[in-house]
C-alpha cells in the first residue's frame, strides 16, 4: 500500500471514530434531556396539586366567613 494509501485509510478510521463517539454523546444527551424532563413534569404536578389544596382550603374559609356573617 502506497504512503497515500495508507493517510486515507488513517484518515477515514479517524472520521469514524469521531462519529461514533458523536452518536453516543448525542444519545446520552438525549437520555440526560428525558430524565429532567419528566423531573421537571413531576415537579409541576406536586406544584399543581399544591395549588389545587390551596384552592380546596380557600373555598372552605370562604363558606365559613359566609355562615359567620349569617
Do not use: A, C, H, P
Request: zero cysteines.
Amino acid at each position: 500500500m502506497e504512503r497515500k494509501d495508507k493517510v486515507v485509510v488513517v484518515g477515514l478510521v479517524l472520521v469514524l471514530f469521531f462519529i461514533i463517539i458523536n452518536i453516543f454523546s448525542t444519545l446520552n444527551t438525549m437520555s440526560d434531556y428525558e430524565q429532567r424532563k419528566e423531573s421537571g413534569n413531576d415537579r409541576w404536578k406536586q406544584v399543581e396539586n399544591r395549588i389545587l389544596q390551596t384552592e380546596e382550603k380557600v373555598n372552605i374559609l370562604e363558606k365559613e366567613i359566609e355562615q359567620w356573617k349569617k
